[in-house]
């Protein structure tokens, strides 16, 4: 037959629970702040992020892309959680090369979320009516033990864009003169 513990046992199991429980809040708590600290520093950079699920799902989007969303007056909710991303980009309609880029960055992410890749990267035309601009996205899966992540930034490459231009442009009006000299 077991012995029943004695009061002294028990008083000390009580104080020794009562320790994990004490650690335990530390922990969630160290967990918490860590998880502050991330969020922060994701909202910090200038790069508009998107954290996908493993179906191209948007989960979490940070401040730089919420504000690009008020700027351009999208039709959804500014952080676009919920949106299928890689729908939003198959369906892509309007100026040709804008839409072969979309299809293209679908692809990349889908090669990211099947494991094919483990990074996507490329530049594309993202303009408006009023403003041309290029963005460079990169689609990368998020090494966790948890289920499958992707984390896709966008970039601003405008005015690196604009200085390729301008140096094509120089680089023509260089080959026209030098072609007239030889004439």
């Keep these: 037959m077991k012995k029943s513990p004695s009061y002294e046992e028990l008083l000390n199991r009580v104080k020794e629970l009562e320790e994990e429980v004490l650690e335990c809040r530390e922990a969630a708590q160290t967990l918490h702040r860590t998880g502050q600290y991330m969020n922060t520093a994701i909202d910090s950079l200038s790069a508009n992020i998107a954290i996908l699920d493993e179906h191209g799902v948007i989960l979490e989007t940070n401040r730089s892309w919420q504000q690009f969303g008020q700027e351009n007056e999208i039709a959804t909710a500014a952080d676009t959680v919920g949106l299928d991303y890689l729908k939003i980009c198959d369906s892509t309609i ?4 804008e839409v072969e880029k ?16 483990d990074e996507f990267g490329t530049d594309y035309p993202c303009h408006s009516p009023e403003v041309k601009r290029w963005c460079y996205v990169r689609a990368t899966r998020l090494e966790d033990p948890g289920p499958l992540r992707v984390v896709v930034s966008h970039e601003d490459v405008t005015p690196i864009k604009l200085v390729e231009e301008t140096l094509r ?3 023509f009006e260089l080959e026209l003169q030098r072609q007239n000299l030889e004439e």
């Design 102 to 117: 979309a299809r293209e960055v679908a692809e990349g992410i889908r090669k990211v979320i099947a494991g094919e890749l």
């Design 169 to 171: 442009e120089r680089e």
């Design 94 to 97: 309007g100026n040709p090369e």
